[in-house]
């Protein structure tokens, strides 16, 4: 019975070997591992050999049965890949140039950064980063905002598990840190990057988000100062032939404060839903630098003075592109990113 099986696998293999198609090769199969092959034959007579030798026979059935078995898998491999090539050789020249790869492209929210960088350049500003993870004291407290001031409720915060560290809710600490590092020269800078605020995300806010803020200091510089900036990058930004206004608000770290507002782009100012009807669309928030802040910044308020705005730049690029919803920037949605 050994003998036969010993047999029966060198006959197998060899036959397994001269096999060139599938067709061969499954009428192979049939004849040595179906069931009317001569190893299940075998694998019924065992039950008739002495008792003594049926455990022998019965493992080197099955040693054989599982050679065979993983025999016919690699062979079928090989066969399939052999036909592969050859269809592959019939329809395909390979003389013909590749597919072009796509190529990526920059993010809106990008450009409309280097739009503004831009823009701000011309006018002798110099981009200043400054960390996501800020201190509270950063953030609220040497902005004019103590503990328990009621303006921090403006800001719905990320803490982390560090006490008196969070991520930064605006980019107004880079304020403090641009003002400590150039202190007592005067500055001219824009703080971009990515702030962080607990809020619902709905069509108009996000939990994450850029903004770009910018930041004067120097001596006799006056609210008129910062209104021309406002106005030369409303026309720089939106065209030129944009009206540009100033609205009284509210900021702890500024006094006086102020909104800019362009005329609407889509209705020229007549009133429209995106408007609101009131021909008005905000672009900005500003105002001169709080003497508190300043001198929290290492300058002396009695000698000099300074301006400060901050604005988002997916408001931006919605206000110029007409997007209605601010969820599209970080959706990575590629019909939507492939539009710019």
């Known amino acids: 019975m050994l003998d036969r099986l010993d047999r029966l696998l060198e006959r197998a293999r060899g036959d397994l070997e001269d096999l060139r198609n599938l067709a061969d090769l499954d009428e192979w199969r049939v004849k040595y591992l179906g069931r009317r092959s001569e190893l299940t034959e075998i694998f019924q007579e065992i039950g008739k050999l002495p008792r003594k030798e049926r455990p022998l026979a019965g493992k080197r059935a099955n040693e054989v049965n599982s050679a065979l078995e993983s025999a016919y898998g690699e062979r079928i491999e090989a066969l399939k890949a052999i036909q592969r090539d050859a269809f592959l050789q019939e329809r395909v020249d390979v003389t013909l140039p590749g597919r072009p790869i796509d190529v990526g492209r920059l993010h809106i929210s990008t450009q409309t950064l280097r739009t503004i960088y831009a823009i701000f350049a011309k006018m002798g500003f110099q981009v200043f980063e ?8 950063n953030n609220f407290e040497l902005l004019n905002m103590p503990k328990g001031h009621p303006a921090r409720d403006m800001w719905d915060t990320f803490y982390t598990t ?18 400590r590092q150039f202190c007592p020269n005067p500055i001219r800078v824009i ?9 619902q995300v709905s069509s108009r806010s996000d939990f994450m988000f850029y903004q770009v803020e910018g930041l004067a200091v120097g001596k ?6 910062l209104k021309g900036t406002m106005i030369e990058f409303g026309h720089q930004m939106f065209g030129p032939d944009r009206k540009v206004r100033f609205r009284c608000s509210y900021f702890p770290f500024t006094e006086p404060s102020v909104e800019v507002d362009i005329d609407c782009i ?10 609101k009807k009131t021909g008005w669309l905000e672009i900005l928030g500003a105002g001169m630098v709080h003497p508190v802040v300043l001198e929290n910044g290492g300058y002396d308020p009695a000698a000099f003075s300074g301006f400060a705005f901050g604005m ?3 408001r931006i690029a919605m206000l110029r592109h007409r997007i209605d919803d601010i969820r599209y920037f970080f959706s990575n949605d590629l019909r939507f990113l492939s539009q710019f």
């Open 220 to 225: 006799r510089i006056t609210l008129g100062d």
């Open 191 to 199: 703080l971009p990057g990515k702030c962080y605020r607990y809020e």
């Open 162 to 179: 560090r006490e008196g560290v969070l991520l930064r809710t605006h980019t107004s600490p880079g304020q403090i840190r641009a003002m």
């Open 130 to 137: 400054a960390p996501e993870v800020e201190t509270e004291l």
């Open 312 to 314: 988002g730049p997916e």
């Open 266 to 275: 889509l209705c020229g100012g007549k009133g429209c839903s995106v408007c």
